[in-house]
């Protein structure tokens, strides 16, 4: 058995990372692959974080492209292989003419969820614009979302299964940058990357809409490192790169926004 109380100290998804600490001790006891659902950005890092420090178990985490944000985990027995192939999900089209009625990612994932189905069985969704959206769901669920989904909005949809293969993904739109502050604090690198005023980003901040590497933040005091990833919701996400010291004892910092 997993020491399942210390995995769980200071955790801030303690629901869903104990989920995954009694799936790590069946696949141990059974030494069989155990699945999780689709787990958001935040509960993944959580949840590698805290497995990281194991060596009873290992994980593989794949949502059907390698840029997915939702996506399920493989659990093994150390001594057992394990790879993506082995995350059993499935992608489905749902097509129709949005041309007059034009639906979004909320449309299309409000309309799988008012079929019945709970936000654990899917992953990403991805909006084709006028022609509809691929999603990616777990296998189970495939032939009840053919039969059931048949309007999104106010549009007639027909959902069918696709190979993963045919999934239409779109590169993220990515910006380089340098700024130089005074300072490494989280407000005054990330306002510079994100584009936005100082204050603006301290409101952000204190209202939990920042997150750094998946963690939220609520100190605009914090200070960033190379490789950090900030993240603001509806506004993308910022990397941050390499960290110099100018002559002048400021710091240049190169960043890449992901839009």
């Given at each position: 058995?997993?020491?399942?109380?210390e995995l769980l100290k200071g955790v801030e998804n303690r629901d869903t990372i104990a989920r995954v600490i009694d799936q790590a001790d069946q696949a141990i006891k059974t030494w069989e692959v155990v699945l999780t659902d689709f787990l958001s950005p935040p509960e993944l890092a959580e949840i590698?974080?805290?497995?990281?420090?194991?060596?009873?178990?290992h994980?593989?985490?794949w949502g059907g492209y390698p840029q997915a944000e939702r996506q399920r985990i493989a659990i093994a027995r150390a001594e057992l292989p394990l790879d993506q192939s082995q995350v059993?999900?499935?992608a489905l089209e749902i097509a129709g003419n949005f041309l007059f009625d034009t639906a979004n990612h909320r449309d299309f994932l409000g309309a799988m969820l008012g079929t019945g189905?709970?936000?654990?069985?899917?992953?990403?969704?991805?909006?084709l614009g006028e022609r509809g959206a691929q999603v990616i769901v777990v296998p189970e669920l495939a032939e009840f979302l053919e039969m059931s989904l048949k309007q999104v909005r106010s549009v007639p949809v027909k959902t069918q299964r696709i190979d993963i293969s045919e999934l239409k993904i779109r590169e993220p739109k990515k910006k380089e940058l340098t700024t130089v502050e005074a300072s490494l604090r989280l407000d005054a690198v990330a306002s510079a990357g994100f584009a936005m005023s100082r204050s603006k980003m301290v409101d952000l901040i204190d209202s939990n809409d920042v997150r750094v590497n998946w963690k939220e933040v609520t100190q605009a005091s914090s200070q960033v490192k190379t490789g950090d990833l900030i993240a603001i919701r509806g506004k993308g996400r910022l990397e941050v790169g390499e960290i110099a010291v100018t002559k002048k004892d400021r710091y240049r910092v190169q960043l890449t926004r992901y839009m």
């Open positions: 058995m997993l020491p399942r109380e590698n974080r805290v497995f990281s420090r194991l060596t009873e178990v994980l593989v985490t059993a999900i499935m189905i709970v936000r654990e069985k899917t992953g990403d969704v991805i909006v």
